[in-house]
């Protein structure tokens, strides 16, 4: 899950997985704005078959955050 969630980020930032850990914050860090963070969404959508808000994702403090949160929707399903 990790994994994914950091390649995706990465592709859409244009930087590698390497650039992106659990502490990363894509706003501060990375100056993410909400059209970047919606593509990073619709991605994982996709990528792990989970639907995920826009606002859950603003929501994560950090990537590790959002890992957490996507690893519980996962188990959901």
């Known amino acids: 899950m990790a ?3 950091r390649a995706t980020i990465a592709d859409v930032l244009g930087t590698t997985p390497d650039d992106i850990s659990d502490s990363t ?3 501060a860090d990375h100056g993410v704005d909400s059209l970047e963070l919606m ?3 619709a991605q994982l959508e996709r990528a792990l078959g989970v639907q995920i808000s826009p606002e859950d994702l603003m929501r ?3 990537v590790g955050h ?3 949160l996507l690893t519980e ?3 959901a399903r």
């Open 3 to 5: 994994d994914i969630v």
């Open 25 to 27: 914050d894509l706003e």
């Open 39 to 41: 593509a990073i969404g």
């Open 60 to 62: 994560a403090e950090n």
């Open 66 to 68: 959002a890992i957490a």
């Open 73 to 75: 929707r996962k188990a």
